[in-house]
């Protein structure tokens, strides 16, 4: 069946300190790969996508890698902040789109 | 330009009553999608309406149901409430279909249902 998995619920960083996500997906096929962020409270905000036929895209901050050899996605966050507290969710896009199970961030000073 | 607008935020139920909540897409996005939010089962997949048409259905009862206007506004109605329907209902909209590449969803803030 279709299933997007986190490999770590919860992952604490320095202020400062990198972070990464990373996100197990099963289904080959799918080929647009997207990260949100939810902040308490809120909807999830988009981050930044990746289409299939790339192996990495970078934002403001972030980088997303993607390797579909092994069916991995992961998000990069770059001098991690205390605004960056969230939970990240990856997701694929097939007809709809599937949410993984998250990954709490939790910056410290 | 305005983001995705659910109401109500916040909503208390008795059991065996019935919630209707509301989604306005961001302006020219045809697609909007409901999704379930809870601690236990993630974000689940209620269903999709483009162009006033359902179009694609997630693995929930019929109690759940939905539809969207010619102005592409939807609403979703849960009837005979439950205790387990309790949960975060996010609404999303979109350019496109959803599973189109490149096609980014955009999630509203969600309407918190408690049922008691």
């Known amino acids: 069946g279709e299933s997007v998995g986190l490999h770590l619920p919860t992952l604490s960083v320095q202020e400062g300190d990198n972070s990464i996500i990373n996100c197990a997906y099963s289904n080959s096929a799918s080929d647009y790969f997207i990260w949100y962020k939810q902040e308490s409270g809120k909807g999830p905000q988009f981050i930044i996508d990746?289409?299939?036929?790339?192996d990495k895209r970078q934002g403001q901050r972030v980088t997303v890698l993607l390797n579909k050899t092994v069916k991995h996605l992961s998000l990069q966050i770059a001098a991690t902040q205390p605004g960056d507290s969230a939970v990240y969710f990856c997701a694929y896009n097939t007809d709809k789109l599937i949410f993984g199970t998250g990954t709490r961030l939790q910056v410290f000073p | 330009k305005a983001g995705v607008t659910q109401t109500p935020r916040y909503l208390i139920k008795t059991r065996g009553q019935q919630v209707t909540l509301s989604c306005s897409p961001i302006s020219g996005h045809r697609s909007v999608s409901w999704y379930q939010q809870t601690p236990g089962q993630g974000l689940q997949f209620l269903f999709e309406?483009?162009?006033?048409?359902?179009?694609n259905k997630g693995n929930f009862p019929g109690r759940f149901s939905g539809r969207q206007f010619s102005n592409s506004r939807s609403e979703m109605n849960v009837s005979t409430l439950e205790l387990g329907d309790s949960a975060l209902y996010l609404c999303?909209?979109?350019?496109?279909?959803?599973?189109?590449?490149?096609?980014?969803?955009?999630f509203g803030e969600g309407s918190w249902l408690t049922v008691v």
């Open positions: 999303a909209s979109s350019l496109g279909r959803g599973g189109d590449t490149g096609n980014t969803i955009y």
């Open positions: 990746i289409r299939s036929n790339m």
């Open positions: 309406y483009f162009s006033e048409t359902q179009r």
